[in-house]
């Protein structure tokens, strides 16, 4: 008979039902039931550091593998949530176990599906290992929302004109009890007052960027404010008071809001939980109607009314659906990767007004130019079309004069066809087995004696944000899979790799954003002083 052994454990410690414990009890096991096995009639899986949510993990994959190309008559671990806390990925496994007529045993539970009571009981038991870890996750989820309705901070980065200062408070037989809550921060708030009047005055966070750049305001970190970072700061409820007219509106949008009218005092600010699903990739902001809105314990800066203006001004500029805002133009080589000799900021490419869509013109203008105008850079723009025919024109001779560049391209080409479909997927699997391996780590230290609140509450916190992010990870990756199944992708990917080897004659044969793609290989720095165009190239 033969026989394969799976034992796993979450994380690399020495301690309790370790890998090597679980092998020797399941070959005793199997010595005891099967007086004629020997050693050398067993295989050994062994994944150390990996959960059971998935199936994702190297050893469990190869026995998978195995278990296809040469029959064992027995799969034997040492506990069923060894193998999985999915029921659906469980059941998988069973079937396909059963379709080979394999049998599954289960020394600690003693299940062994070679037999109907022990089949059906291992499926029950498989329905409580994964409502053990969705129960994990929705006391994880509950928890946050009942501390949000406290109104205390929560942690995280705090917001602009705020810091984190930590309150205890004397509760029932003497016991203290700490929480955190925002603390003014007298010269950033100063800013935030001035971004919310000027873009009342202005109507337009670029406008609002420009005046703060001509007057010198910096952000915390030294730098310009980013649009971003400046709407950010408009759309952030942490400013708006706690008064009537934020009541209505919050109501009127579906939100979650955790007081009534005769708590509007006008003096503290609100606290917004869910505002983000991380869920998806770069954790977007929810409709308003997910969000749970509270009574902080800081001060609003902003009125109801006005902060309600605020957001109004920009939904109305939000681009419709018949100017969609456009991440990427279709019509420049260049764009990013040209540097201003003046200031040392990232060159842009702006199409001139009034061309039409046959003969697109455009120049080439320094980021710092197109926030804060002359006042923060004033070097010449560089016509868009020149700059690129110049560019192409260089790289076509630059092959001619330096042979060397064919090694280098040749090498492009394999790393194209090859490290493009898988390097990503890895770095998606990667992350997604120590995401597992952290879950399952922080879960375990929850049974580790007497906690505190307040390393409950982290542990709490830390576990849903990781459940998210397992969760869009998963997506990403199969997203993945099928780009990399995809007959399209793979011509795309083909035709690129076969013009990089033959580059003069196949340059155009690619798409504007292949053509990117090449440049940035081929290009390590491009420079424009504002009178000449510097291109220094890697070889």
């Known amino acids: 008979m033969r026989f394969f052994i799976y ?134 989820r509950d928890n946050m929302l009942m501390l949000a309705r406290t109104g205390r901070w929560l942690g995280g980065t705090t917001p602009m004109g705020y810091t984190s200062e930590k309150v205890r408070e004397i509760v029932i037989d003497g016991k203290v009890k700490t929480s955190c809550r ?187 130019k197109l926030r804060g105008g002359t006042a923060s850079c004033c070097c010449r723009n560089l016509n868009g079309r020149q700059a690129d025919a110049l560019v192409c024109e260089a790289l076509m001779q630059y092959t001619d004069e330096d042979p060397g560049i064919y090694p280098l391209l040749e090498k492009l080409r394999r790393e194209i066809q090859g490290q493009a479909r898988e390097e990503p997927l890895e770095q998606v699997e990667a992350r997604m087995r120590a995401c597992s391996a952290e879950m399952d780590r922080l879960v375990s230290s929850l049974a580790q004696g007497e906690l505190t609140p307040a390393f409950v509450r982290r542990v709490n916190i830390r576990v849903g944000e990781l459940d998210r992010e397992l969760s869009e990870l998963s997506r990403t990756r199969e997203a993945l899979r099928e780009e990399a199944d995809c007959p399209d992708r793979q011509a795309q990917s083909n035709t690129l790799a076969e013009s990089l080897s033959s580059l003069k004659d196949g340059f155009h044969l690619l798409s504007i954003h292949e053509k990117r793609v090449l440049i940035k290989l081929l290009v390590k720095q491009i420079r424009w002083d504002g009178e000449n165009l510097h291109l220094f190239t890697d070889g």
């Open 182 to 368: 925002l603390k003014d921060n007298a010269e950033e708030l100063r800013v935030v007052d001035t971004i919310f009047e000027k873009f009342l005055e202005l109507r337009s966070v670029s406008g609002v960027s420009r005046y703060l750049i001509r007057q010198g305001v910096k952000s915390r970190s030294g730098t310009d404010y980013s649009l971003p970072g400046i709407k950010e700061i408009l759309q952030n409820p942490v400013y708006c008071t706690a008064d009537r007219d934020a009541l209505d509106y919050f109501s009127a949008r579906g939100s979650d809001v955790c007081f009534d009218e005769r708590e509007c005092s006008g003096e503290f600010g609100l606290l917004a939980y869910n505002k983000r699903d991380y869920k998806k990739k770069h954790a977007p902001r929810q409709t308003m109607d997910k969000w749970i809105i509270a009574i902080g314990k800081h001060r609003g800066r902003v009125s109801g009314k006005k902060w309600a203006a605020v957001q109004n001004i920009i939904e109305d500029n939000i681009p419709t659906g018949k100017k969609p805002a456009k991440m990427h133009n279709d019509y420049s080589l260049l764009s990013g990767l040209i540097w201003c000799d003046r200031c040392g900021r990232r060159m842009f490419a702006k199409r001139r007004w009034g061309t039409d869509t046959d003969d697109v013109r455009f120049d080439y203008i320094c980021s710092g």
């Open 7 to 140: 034992s796993r454990k979450s994380v690399y410690t020495g301690k309790g039902e370790s890998i090597e414990n679980q092998i020797e009890m399941c070959r005793r096991y199997i010595r005891e039931k099967f007086p004629g096995a020997a050693d050398g009639d067993m295989e050994i899986y062994e994944d150390e550091g990996f959960s059971a949510r998935n199936t994702d993990r190297p050893q469990f994959q190869q026995m998978l593998r195995d278990i296809r190309a040469r029959k064992p008559d027995f799969v034997v671990c040492y506990r069923l949530d060894r193998i999985s806390r999915s029921v659906s990925d469980f059941s998988a496994l069973i079937e396909e176990l059963n379709d080979r007529d394999i049998c599954f045993v289960c020394i600690r539970e003693e299940f062994d599906t070679s037999k109907p009571m022990g089949k059906a009981m291992m499926y029950i038991a498989s329905v409580f290992a994964q409502l053990e870890r969705e129960t994990i996750a929705e006391r994880v």
